[in-house]
């Protein structure tokens, strides 16, 4: 079966450029010039005229399912993985979970158990390490070398339940050194951050604005240097800083790349969109929707505006959603009286495309630096390059036809994510995903739906394209 996206504009990292896309099966087998006499004939022609043709969105970062707070994460891998899709993400990488005394490869079968059959679109696994012990390290090496898991999560906050200290922290780097895989680090001080929610509630404060009051951002920049620190001593560990949200954490990371360190970051939608003041102190409890961690920040502090810069400079790599759904009945409402037994997390697997395009129409990005952040920089730091992150020759048929004439509403009557509120309700995007292929497949077309549960498959991931 063959396909020709026609009379499009090509958007790569390094430039844009009128092209045609043949793909053969699940392959894009070559790049046409338009303007050359053309002879191909194919099964099936789609018309791109007047849109971007990208390729498709990887989110390096979601929690399909994820237990957490006494409940789980909303979106199932079915439910999720169908999502994205409708958004232009045609990869998911998310995070399997070693829980804290558990055999890390347990906890990696557990995760399978659960994707298996159920992903509508290709998706890896990062693992998160719950307890880093002996057994731990070694399982490091054997994910690595067997299962195609080339990045470790690691948590300086919440403590009795991913925390990992100082020591761990750095046992784990020095193994990944050995072995080539990523460390991803949540930089933020938990310890401290723990003393301060419990004086908050001890004076009464039970909003949900205290879960950002309590978690302030020097805490944030002091874990993201301690981290870059770490990570020194550990013989210059391959480092990436999750869901950076603060413009301290963000000059950490930048004093470190400007010294030439393999030290890497990325942001999420919700710090470049919403803050502390407007959504996390909405009147109510209504500011429950929007309990994250790390969590929105003062837009007084203007931190928004350096993460955009910070995105132009590749001091930030990568825009991931951290998307982690709960519905504001049952689940948010778990933390009524009580901010710190808010589930945190919030959905945006769906929008992340979007949201970011419309970083472009305000100028804020170029078109080339759009699809470097949302596809191919994820598909290079995360071992699935060329496969994922590119139109070339070779590469998986992974494409989103998008329209910049079309314009997107976003809410939650139209998302197709298992939550009952939209973390962007009402937002308009400039910008629309048209088509979505997924392995040559069409999985979204004029607005309806075409892909199917059980097609995604699990991707090996190799090591970085950027160690050095
Ligand atoms: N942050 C969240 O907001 N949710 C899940 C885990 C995390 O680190
Ligand atoms: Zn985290
Ligand atoms: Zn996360």
Known sequence: MSLLVKGGTVIGPTGAQPADVLVEGEKIVALLDPSYPQTVQADEVIDAAGKYVIPGGIDAHTHMELPFGGTAASDTF???TRAAAWGGTTTIIDFAVQRTGEVVQDGLAAWHAKAEGNCHIDYAFHMILGGVDDDALKAMDQLVTDEGITSFKLFMAYPGVFYSDDGQILRAMQTARENGAMIMMHAENGIAIDV????ALARGETDPIYHGITRPAALEAE???RAITLAEVAQDCPLYIVHLSASGALEAVAKARNDGRNVFAETCPQYLYLTLEDQLG??????AKYVCSTPLRSKHEQHAK??????RSNDLAIVSTDHCPFCFKDQKELGVGDFSKIPNG???VEHRVDLVYQGVVDGQLSLERWVETISTTPARMFGLYPRKGIIAPG???DLVIYDPNGSTRIGVDTHHMNMDYSAYEGVEIAGRVGTVISRGQVIVA???YHGRKGRGQYLKRGLSSYLV
Request: charge should be negative; charged fraction near 20%; avoid cysteine.
């Open 306 to 311: 350096d993460l955009w810069k910070g995105l």
């Open 196 to 199: 301060l929610v419990q004086q």
């Open 282 to 287: 909405a009147p109510g409890f209504e500011g």
């Open 446 to 448: 004029d607005g309806n």
């Open 346 to 348: 919030i959905g945006g």
């Open 223 to 225: 874990a993201t240097s």
């Open 395 to 397: 590469s998986d048929a």
């Open 78 to 80: 079915d439910t999720g």
